[in-house]
């Protein structure tokens, strides 16, 4: 079975330019998560969309940040302007349904010079 | 509100050695407890996981055991190797369905 696929692996790009990351979840799983990494530190939620909806996006800067998962498939991550403290992993993550086990992929490693 | 606390690292063993990360929880209810590991370069792997007290997650020769009365989850090998070499994270999942991580141990395996 496929896992979690992200593209790019990494990026570098000066502050207040734009930036977008996209993921494809595990086949059938209707829950995505996007997760913000940052140096030393665990993983913090961003977005949670169930289907195309939004689950919870509490935690995301809605000024710079947005996100999308058209079709309830395929999901984008766009910053914009992008911030020199957006250095980060951005990790995606996907499961069967609500509060079932969370299935990373392997990241885009962001660097905002 | 929850939170979970790791062990600082980096942990230093030599291959063969016994390994004991710990990890302790706050939460106001029962939550799902996991231990993700994170090899270089890579995302995050689901390494084992516990759903309710008592319980024993294991998965490649690490072990935890979700511990109720301390609010622990210490993740256990009992020979390492080297490449066991990664960042651990411990985490839990509750009520809002958000993964709560701690902040990683790196662990550093030497032969």
């Known amino acids: 079975e496929a896992g979690v696929a992200q593209s790019p692996r990494y990026k570098i790009i000066e502050k207040r330019q734009s930036v977008a990351f996209w993921c494809n979840p595990i086949?059938?799983?209707?829950?995505l998560y996007w997760y913000q990494q940052i140096l030393g530190q665990g993983p913090k939620l961003l977005i949670q969309?169930?289907?195309?909806?939004?689950?919870?996006d509490s935690q995301l800067p809605k000024d710079r940040f947005s996100a999308e998962r058209l079709k309830g498939v395929d999901s984008t991550l766009k910053i914009q302007p992008a911030k020199l403290e957006d250095s980060a992993v951005y990790l995606c993550?996907?499961?069967?349904?609500?509060?079932?086990?969370?299935?990373f992929g392997p990241g885009t490693r962001l660097l905002v010079l | 509100g929850d939170s979970v606390t790791q062990m600082e690292g980096p942990v230093t063993l030599s291959e063969e050695a016994f390994l004991t990360i710990n990890c302790t929880y706050t939460a106001t209810g029962y939550p799902s407890l996991f231990w993700y590991v994170q090899y270089p370069g890579e995302g995050l792997q689901l390494l084992l996981k516990a759903t309710k007290a008592d319980d024993k997650g294991s998965n490649k020769g690490f072990e935890a055991t979700y511990r109720k009365e301390t609010t622990s989850f210490h993740l256990e090998k009992g020979s390492v190797q080297v490449s066991d070499s990664a960042v651990y994270f411990c985490?839990?999942?509750?009520?809002?369905?958000?993964?709560?991580f701690g902040t990683g141990t790196r662990l550093q395996v030497f032969p």
């Open positions: 993550a996907s499961s069967p349904g609500l509060k079932e086990t969370q299935y």
């Open positions: 969309f169930q289907n195309n909806g939004v689950v919870d």
């Open positions: 985490a839990l999942l509750y009520n809002t369905d958000k993964l709560i």
């Open positions: 086949s059938g799983h209707a829950t």
